[in-house]
């Protein structure tokens, strides 16, 4: 079926023209006769936004367990042990699901979720997300990272588990290194995540040093041995919190290695405003890792939601203009250039990330896109902008018609 949408304003080159999409696919032009026509009339059109670190698995359960008190990571952690034996894949699957429909409403056309991996709940985490992925197919890619977040060494038989994972249908190999007894059982963590990675030919994503401890050494370990296995461009680093708060020279140190690595990383700026700085004096930590001076060597850095509704945070709803305001936030990002950078954040960065192919308005590309109601990304952000038109692989899936009526006008106008 082909589709024409006219007067499109493409993000980032701002350029008003028509999209010509044909078999799921931008095509250069000619689509048939009878196409399907819609105006953009000239909104802003981004080739949809992508959701590149978020944990369907344990979306939704925050209704079901008890509070987290402390409000920190450990306490989070803790008190799914007790929901995660309860899973069962039908559940997991339908709160993906649910999930999945409101990233899909906001404009979301790409995901890559981690799923715990670990002897608590074995594989049942991948199998319910991959049952929801199988669901969604025909309206959401979604890539799976099998995350050991118990640890590899220190939880017995997730070393197992998760070359059972990816054989099973993961596609990334995940990893929780500060989360292990020693930092020398960290840096075999590491190592057992390449050793599974070369194996499979895969990516990896780990969720590194997500600690307010300065003493996390984790990056940097996973930065070496991405060089000594030659992984460059192909391991990316969530969260990296403790990076904030290590003394200037080490920092400096460290980026440039994530550099030289050629290391992605992913700042969750929702969930680590949150979760981060809960046990010190003021003043307290801002939780997010260094994003400016990580932009300013040229590393790509995208974000993600993390978490929805489960016991490190209490809300998101996967919308890339909720977590992107908050990104602009909490990373000082102010100015024009760098406001169209959060832009680029939760687009091409991430797709970055994923190392898509087929992102982008070029002809071949997938045709995913999204009509925003708005002009430019900082309306975007500021109004929370409406997403008029969700299309995945050139098929209309959402449409939000909702325009606000005043019924009152001020005198004089
Ligand atoms: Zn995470």
């Known amino acids: 079926m082909d589709l024409l949408v006219k007067n499109a304003k493409l993000w980032r080159d701002g350029v008003v023209r028509d999209l010509h999409i044909s078999d799921g696919k931008f095509v250069e032009q000619g689509v048939a006769d009878g196409a399907e026509v819609i105006d953009a009339a000239g909104r802003l059109c981004v ?8 944990h369907l698995d344990k979306a939704l359960i925050n209704d079901d367990v008890r509070r987290n008190v402390s409000g920190t990571l450990d306490e989070a952690i803790e008190i799914i ?6 899973y069962t894949v039908g559940e997991i699957a339908e709160r993906a699901g649910r999930v999945i429909r409101s990233a899909l409403g906001n404009g979301v056309t790409r995901i890559r979720s981690h799923v715990d991996i670990d002897n608590i709940g074995g594989l049942r985490p991948l199998e319910g997300v991959a049952e929801a992925r199988r669901r969604y197919s025909e309206v959401m890619d979604i890539q799976i990272v099998a995350f050991p977040q118990e640890g590899i ?6 070393e197992e588990l998760m070359w059972q994972a990816m054989e099973s249908g993961a596609d990334v190999v995940g990893g929780m290194p500060f989360n292990e007894k020693h930092p020398q059982d960290s840096a075999k963590h590491i190592s057992i995540a390449f050793e599974i990675a070369k194996h499979f030919n895969v990516d990896i994503d780990m969720h590194v040093d997500e600690t307010d401890d300065s003493g996390a050494r984790t990056l940097e370990m996973l930065a070496e041995q991405t060089i000594e296995h030659g992984w460059e461009g192909r391991v990316t680093a969530g969260h990296t919190c403790a990076l904030a708060g290590y003394q200037e020279d080490y920092a400096n140190y460290v980026i440039k290695l994530v550099r030289a690595a050629g290391i992605h990383m992913i700042t969750n700026p929702a969930t680590n405003l949150m979760l981060q700085g809960r046990l010190d004096a003021q003043p307290k930590r801002r939780g997010i890792t260094r994003v400016k001076e990580l932009l300013a060597e040229s590393i790509n850095v995208s974000f993600g939601q993390d978490c929805v509704k489960d016991t490190f945070y209490p809300f998101g709803r996967v919308d890339p203009l909720e977590v992107g305001l908050i990104a602009a936030h909490a990373a000082h990002m102010s100015l024009p250039e760098e406001i169209e950078i959060v832009f680029d954040m939760q687009t091409n960065a991430a797709a970055k990330v994923m190392r898509l192919s087929d992102y982008g308005f070029e002809p071949g590309c997938k045709a995913d896109l999204v009509i925003l109601d708005a002009e430019n990304a900082a309306e975007a952000l500021t109004r929370q902008a409406a997403r008029r038109v969700v299309i995945k692989k050139g098929r209309v899936i959402v449409e939000n018609e909702k325009n606000q009526k005043w019924c009152w006008s001020p005198k004089g106008e």
């Open 47 to 54: 080739a949809g936004f992508i959701e590149p670190h978020i």
């Open 81 to 86: 042990w007790e929901r995660k034996r309860a």
């Open 153 to 158: 060494l220190k939880n017995e038989g997730t």
